[in-house]
């Protein structure tokens, strides 16, 4: 039986180079980087040697970038750090109905510490309105967060006018650009972030692995105490082997796979756009090149989930009627899904190692699962 991997939205495959380049730090080269002897200093030139490769990815300086461990932590240091950091400024913070869990309910956990939140809405296509934006910024604002390439959707908010209009009105601006990093250009030089979130197993690093790029003069409290690690931001010993499996992946990272991944995105999205009653939920141009999510009528989205895995192929599911969640996807009912009318949403995320025979698999399996599927009587949800 086949067996395709598109679910690289939750997590990808590591790069066999990635995982030699780890492997020496787990067995060879692994002291701690803090200890003062040469196998530590070994580990900590490993350390800074990524730090730079990773600040080269988005044309920041080493020092701006804090690891941890993973998109997660950096995103809770992003917003419960600026947060308690410019109390004496405001207590208010935008962020967007589309957000990743963690965010949100980082959010929620800041409003019982005293902090107002506001969550807007997003239009059909998944995208904040900058005007939004903008009204809802107000004197006790101090933070606005948006993600940049939403992990369900794919739909890519625009960084440089949300970014110039929180300069203009002196608010700092954080994105969770886990889902983006190195398939989107992000360049901290040009625009106007003072956070960035990123992380290692979306691009075939390893996991457990992230960043926070926090820019110079970003004012914000430390949230994890300990030895004072980075520099005082993150405290905890920096896991030596995951970093530097983050770096290598970034270095291998290029525009040709990039191009290749688009090009396959299309190809599905084109095909399966064919089968009737089906909607692609998000822009169809200005997405992630890697992902597919997409809507069928009178199709149960756990039982298809079920049926593709069965055919040997992984994808993601944000199905409204669902054994395992008692609610649809808030990012499907923030677009507006019709729930009714659209009960099965899958979602398919490709990788750099996704090839042209698995998407003609999968298009050739997904055509005829949908007709048996619709074949059936209504079973209800």
């Given at each position: 039986?086949?067996?395709?991997?598109?679910?690289?939205?939750?997590?990808?495959?590591?790069?066999?180079?990635?995982?030699?380049?780890?492997?020496?730090?787990?067995?060879?080269?692994?002291?701690?980087?803090?200890?003062?002897?040469?196998?530590?200093?070994?580990?900590?030139?490993?350390?800074?040697?990524?730090?730079?490769?990773?600040?080269k990815?988005l044309?920041?300086?080493?020092?701006?970038?804090?690891?941890?461990?993973?998109?997660?932590?950096?995103?809770?240091?992003?917003?419960?750090?600026?947060?308690?950091?410019?109390?004496?400024?405001?207590?208010?913070?935008?962020?967007?109905?589309?957000?990743?869990?963690?965010?949100?309910n980082?959010?929620?956990?800041?409003?019982?510490?005293?902090?107002?939140?506001?969550?807007?809405?997003?239009?059909?296509?998944?995208?904040?309105?900058?005007?939004?934006?903008?009204?809802?910024?107000?004197?006790?604002?101090?933070?606005?967060?948006?993600?940049?390439?939403?992990?369900?959707?794919?739909?890519?908010?625009?960084?440089?006018?949300?970014?110039?209009?929180?300069?203009?009105?002196?608010?700092?601006?954080?994105?969770?650009?886990?889902?983006?990093?190195?398939?989107?250009?992000?360049?901290?030089?040009?625009?106007?972030?003072?956070?960035?979130?990123?992380?290692?197993?979306?691009?075939?690093?390893?996991?457990?692995?992230?960043?926070?790029?926090?820019?110079?003069?970003?004012?914000?409290?430390?949230?994890?105490?300990?030895?004072?690690?980075?520099?005082?931001?993150?405290?905890?010993?920096?896991?030596?082997?995951?970093?530097?499996?983050?770096?290598?992946?970034?270095?291998?990272?290029?525009?040709?796979?990039?191009?290749?991944?688009?090009k396959?995105?299309?190809?599905?999205?084109?095909?399966?756009?064919?089968?009737?009653?089906?909607?692609?939920?998000?822009?169809?141009?200005?997405?992630?090149?890697?992902n597919?999510?997409?809507s069928?009528?009178?199709?149960?989205?756990?039982?298809?989930?079920?049926?593709?895995?069965?055919?040997?192929?992984?994808?993601?599911?944000?199905?409204?009627?669902?054994?395992?969640?008692?609610?649809?996807?808030?990012?499907?009912?923030?677009?507006g899904?019709?729930?009714?009318?659209?009960?099965?949403?899958?979602?398919?995320?490709?990788?750099?190692?996704?090839?042209?025979?698995?998407?003609?698999?999968?298009?050739?399996?997904?055509?005829?699962?949908?007709?048996?599927?619709?074949?059936?009587?209504?079973?209800g949800?």
């Amino acid at each position: 039986m086949a067996k395709i991997y598109l679910d690289n939205g939750a997590s990808t495959k590591v790069d066999e180079e990635v995982a030699k380049e780890t492997e020496k730090y787990l067995t060879t080269i692994y002291g701690n980087a803090s200890s003062n002897h040469d196998f530590g200093e070994e580990a900590c030139e490993a350390l800074e040697r990524s730090r730079i490769a990773i600040a080269k990815a988005l044309n920041a300086d080493p020092e701006e970038i804090v690891f941890t461990s993973g998109g997660t932590e950096s995103n809770n240091l992003a917003l419960k750090g600026v947060a308690f950091a410019n109390r004496n400024k405001g207590n208010h913070i935008i962020t967007t109905k589309t957000e990743h869990d963690c965010i949100l309910n980082s959010c929620e956990w800041l409003e019982k510490q005293g902090f107002k939140v506001t969550y807007l809405d997003v239009d059909e296509y998944g995208f904040v309105s900058l005007k939004d934006i903008k009204d809802s910024i107000n004197d006790k604002t101090i933070l606005v967060s948006v993600i940049h390439g939403n992990n369900e959707i794919g739909a890519i908010n625009n960084l440089e006018e949300i970014g110039r209009i929180c300069k203009s009105k002196n608010v700092y601006f954080h994105t969770d650009a886990c889902q983006s990093f190195t398939k989107v250009l992000i360049d901290t030089k040009k625009l106007d972030i003072d956070l960035i979130t990123i992380n290692s197993h979306k691009i075939h690093g390893p996991k457990g692995v992230g960043a926070l790029y926090i820019k110079k003069g970003t004012k914000i409290e430390t949230w994890q105490h300990g030895g004072g690690h980075e520099k005082g931001k993150r405290s905890g010993t920096e896991n030596i082997p995951g970093v530097v499996g983050f770096a290598k992946a970034v270095e291998l990272t290029n525009k040709s796979d990039i191009e290749k991944i688009k090009k396959l995105r299309d190809k599905l999205i084109n095909n399966l756009l064919k089968i009737e009653g089906t909607k692609l939920n998000g822009h169809r141009e200005k997405r992630l090149v890697n992902n597919v999510n997409i809507s069928f009528k009178g199709v149960d989205g756990e039982i298809l989930l079920e049926k593709l895995n069965e055919n040997g192929i992984a994808s993601s599911t944000g199905s409204a009627c669902s054994a395992k969640k008692a609610e649809p996807s808030h990012v499907l009912k923030a677009i507006g899904l019709n729930f009714d009318e659209y009960p099965g949403t899958i979602r398919l995320t490709l990788s750099k190692f996704t090839t042209d025979e698995e998407i003609n698999y999968t298009i050739n399996v997904l055509n005829r699962l949908i007709k048996e599927l619709r074949g059936r009587k209504d079973e209800g949800c």
